[in-house]
């Protein structure tokens, strides 16, 4: 019986169920957006069970070589959107650096934040990204 057990055990860790396991709003979701392994980054912040907003970045692989100008767009299921670092001005990032973005948006029990960025790559045209969406339902 010892042997059916680990048998039984070993194919319910083995099963698509068991490795496919959600990743929480609270923790990091990131997507590689470029050829060089460059990240986009966002996981929705939580304190002592209430949710404060978000934290999001891009991040310059460490073999990635050169400069690159980035702002972060981000919009919100309740209308909020907004510009990291603003608007009217990007990051300057080198190899292995980040530029982040922080927001207090409101997050009622159901919200989702999108993050996209804009690269300004040097001497070729801006391009956008593919976002990262992150939602939480409770």
Known sequence: MTAALVALGTLVGL??????APIPPDQEHCLTV??????????L????GW????????HRNDWSGGWVDVQLRWTSTRGQSGWFPAPDRSYHLGT?????G????????FACVTVGALVYPTGRPAWWTSPVTVCRDN
């Open 15 to 20: 099963s698509p169920a068991a490795d496919a």
């Open 34 to 43: 470029t050829t060089d392994g460059d990240q986009l980054c966002l996981h």
């Open 45 to 48: 912040n939580q304190v002592l």
């Open 51 to 58: 949710w404060t907003g978000f934290s999001s970045r891009y």
């Open 96 to 100: 292995g650096e980040n530029g982040p």
């Open 102 to 109: 922080d927001s207090w948006a409101d997050l009622p029990s």
